[in-house]
């Protein structure tokens, strides 16, 4: 009897660490998803995206305020209506 439950006993720590490999296996594929999912993200030029919004934003007012000078000068002389 006791052989046959000793069998038993190195079955089941068989069994025991072919599902930790599977199990392994599985994280090992999830990480390679996650860091090929992760290199495909443009990290970098999204830092440089949201500085070309703000230089953009700044190039922006700076044009409005071009324009309402512009604006102003020519309603002073009279060429307002004529430009539209």
Do not use: C, D, F
């Given at each position: ?10 079955i089941?720590?068989?069994l025991?660490?072919s599902a930790n490999?599977k199990?392994v296996k ?5 990480i390679e ?7 495909r993200?443009?990290?970098?030029e999204?830092?440089?995206y ?15 305020r ?5 604006e102003k000068?020519?309603r002073?002389?009279g060429?307002w209506q004529?430009?539209?």
């Amino acid at each position: 009897m006791k052989k046959a439950s000793s069998r038993t006993l190195e079955i089941v720590s068989e069994l025991e660490v072919s599902a930790n490999a599977k199990e392994v296996k599985k994280n090992v594929e999830r990480i390679e998803a996650v860091k090929h999912i992760l290199s495909r993200i443009p990290v970098a030029e999204m830092g440089h995206y949201e500085s070309l919004l703000n230089y953009v934003a700044h190039l922006a007012q700076e044009l409005l305020r071009n324009r309402m000078m512009k604006e102003k000068v020519l309603r002073r002389s009279g060429r307002w209506q004529n430009s539209l």
